[in-house]
């Protein structure tokens, strides 16, 4: 198929941080929504923990270049992010 693992790896932690910031931020019927400052603390504070470092930072990189137009953040946000990955 022409992947390799290491592709597909860095897929899924792409995936992974931008599910993670998507669900934090939306309130959920068992938890408030968290505000954004507080979630990306959250992320930095775990980068090489529970998230490549890599990673969080386009994570930063794309939220402060596309916030205004995020509106889907599950969607839209992943689709930045991996654009953003790929161009670097």
Aim: hydrophobic share 45%; with cysteine; proline share 5%.
């Amino acid at each position: 198929n022409g992947y390799t693992a290491e592709v597909l790896n860095m897929g899924a932690k792409i995936i992974h941080v931008s599910d993670v910031y998507d669900a934090m931020l939306r309130a959920r019927p068992y938890k408030k929504a968290i505000p954004h400052a507080e979630v990306i603390d959250y992320i930095e504070k775990n980068a090489t923990i529970m998230f490549d470092p890599n990673i969080v930072c386009i994570l930063n990189n794309v939220i402060e270049k596309y916030r205004a137009r995020l509106i889907k953040p599950t969607n839209e946000l992943l689709i930045y992010l991996i654009n953003e990955f790929m161009s670097a």
